[in-house]
C-alpha cells in the first residue's frame, strides 16, 4: 500500500489547504482588514503581527508613499492585522508543501507518469501567479476588481490542486468504481463545463458586489431591498450599482434555472443508475439554493444599515463550494471516461 505522504492525498490536503486560504480570505473582508498589512510580504515591515498604533504611526511617517485609504491617521487593532498575518502565513505554508508535491510528482514520474508532474508544474505556476495578484492587491489598496481577480486565481489554484489528485489518484492505484464515469452525452458533458464557467463568472461578480459600495444598490430589508429591487421588480437601470447588482440576481435565477435543467437530464440519461453525475448535480443544486437564501437573508438583515460580516463570508464560500461540486464533476467525466465511450 502506498504510504499517504506519497500518494493522491497530498493534493487533495493542500486543496484543503487552498480553500482555508479562501476562507481566511473572506475572513479579511468582513474584519475590516484588507488593508491592515500596507507592505508584502512583510507587515508593517515586520514579520509579525503584534503592531501597536505607535508603531503603526511611525511606520507612516517613514513610508507616505504607502498610506492606504482610510488616511495615515487610521490604526489597525492587532486582531485586523492578525487576520492578514495568517491569510499569508497559510499561503507561505502552501507554497513549502506545494514544491514537496510538486517534487514527489518527479520522483514518481516512472510509477505514475509524466502527466501528473506536467499537471503539478501548471499548478505550481497558478500558485505563484496568485501570490502576485495578492501582491498587487495590497499594493491597490484592496480594489475590488482585484479582489475579484485574487479570487478567480484562488478557484483556479484549487481546481488545478484536484485536478493533480484525481490525475495521480487514476495512474497510481485507479479510481474507485463509484467515482467512475462509464458512458456520457457529449451535450450534457459539454453543459457541465459551460456550467462551471457560468457559476465562476457568478462568484467574481458578487466578489466584486462586496467589497464596492454597490452592494446595497438595490436598498436593503425585506422585499424592497430583497426580493425586490429598489421596491420593484424592474427597478430604473441608470446607476452602474444597480446595474450590478441587479444582474448578478437575475444571473443567479437563471442559473438556478439551468442548474435544475441539467439535473433532469442527467436523471434522464442515467435513469436509475447511481451515477456520480447525477449525485454530483444534485449536490450542487441543492447546495446553490442554500445560497440563494443566504444572499437574500444578507440584504434582508442589513435593514439598519449595517451588513453581517459572517452571512458575507458564508455565501461567499457556499458558492464556492457550488464552483468545486460542478468542477470536480467536470474533472471525475473528462478523467474516468475514454473518449470513445462519449456518445453524440
Known amino acids: 500500500m502506498t504510504p499517504w505522504y506519497r500518494s493522491h492525498l497530498i493534493p487533495f490536503g493542500l486543496a484543503l489547504i487552498a480553500f482555508l486560504i479562501i476562507t481566511t480570505g473572506g475572513w479579511i473582508r468582513i474584519s475590516g482588514a484588507g488593508e ?3 507592505d508584502w510580504p512583510t507587515c508593517f515591515g515586520t514579520w509579525g503581527f ?3 498604533p505607535e508603531e503603526q504611526g511611525e511606520w507612516w511617517e517613514e ?4 498610506v492606504d485609504s482610510r488616511g495615515g491617521n487610521h490604526r489597525y487593532t492587532t486582531y485586523q492585522i492578525f487576520t492578514e498575518w495568517a491569510h499569508r502565513g497559510l499561503v507561505g505554508i502552501v507554497g513549502i508543501l506545494v514544491a514537496y508535491s510538486h517534487y514527489t510528482a518527479w520522483s514518481l514520474r516512472d510509477q505514475i507518469g509524466n502527466k501528473v508532474y506536467r499537471i503539478h508544474f501548471v499548478s505550481s505556476v497558478f500558485l505563484i501567479m496568485q501570490a502576485v495578484l495578492g501582491y498587487v492587491t495590497v499594493d491597490l489598496d484592496n480594489e475590488p476588481w482585484t479582489v475579484s481577480l485574487h479570487l478567480f486565481m484562488a478557484l483556479i489554484f ?3 490542486l484536484l ?7 487514476e495512474k497510481q492505484e485507479g479510481l474507485p468504481d463509484k467515482l467512475c464515469v462509464d458512458k456520457i452525452s457529449e451535450k450534457l458533458a459539454k453543459y457541465i463545463w459551460y456550467m462551471c464557467i457560468i457559476v465562476l463568472a457568478q462568484l467574481m461578480i458578487g466578489a466584486y458586489l462586496s467589497t464596492s459600495y454597490h452592494r446595497a444598490a438595490c436598498d436593503v430589508g425585506f422585499y424592497k431591498g430583497w426580493p425586490l429591487c429598489q421596491s420593484s421588480i424592474l427597478p430604473t ?6 446595474i450590478l447588482n441587479y444582474g448578478h440576481r ?13 439535473e433532469r437530464e442527467a436523471n434522464k440519461e442515467f435513469k436509475s443508475s447511481k451515477s456520480i453525475v447525477k449525485t454530483m448535480l444534485k449536490t450542487a443544486g441543492i447546495i446553490y439554493f442554500v445560497n440563494i437564501i443566504l444572499g437574500g437573508l444578507y440584504v434582508v438583515t442589513a435593514a439598519d444599515g449595517s451588513f ?12 464556492v463550494c457550488v464552483f468545486l461540486t460542478l468542477a470536480t464533476t467536470h474533472l471525475l467525466i473528462n478523467i474516468s471516461i475514454k473518449e470513445k465511450n462519449v456518445t453524440n
Open 237 to 242: 437601470l441608470e446607476q452602474f450599482g444597480i
Open 36 to 38: 491592515s498589512c500596507p
Open 63 to 66: 513610508n507616505p508613499d504607502e
Open 250 to 262: 437575475v444571473s443567479a435565477v437563471i442559473v438556478g434555472g439551468l442548474l435544475l435543467y441539467l
Open 308 to 319: 453581517l460580516g459572517w452571512l458575507s463570508l458564508m455565501h461567499l464560500l457556499v458558492g
Open 163 to 169: 485536478t493533480v489528485g484525481f490525475v495521480w489518484w
Open 50 to 52: 503584534d503592531i501597536t
Open 158 to 160: 484549487t481546481v488545478s
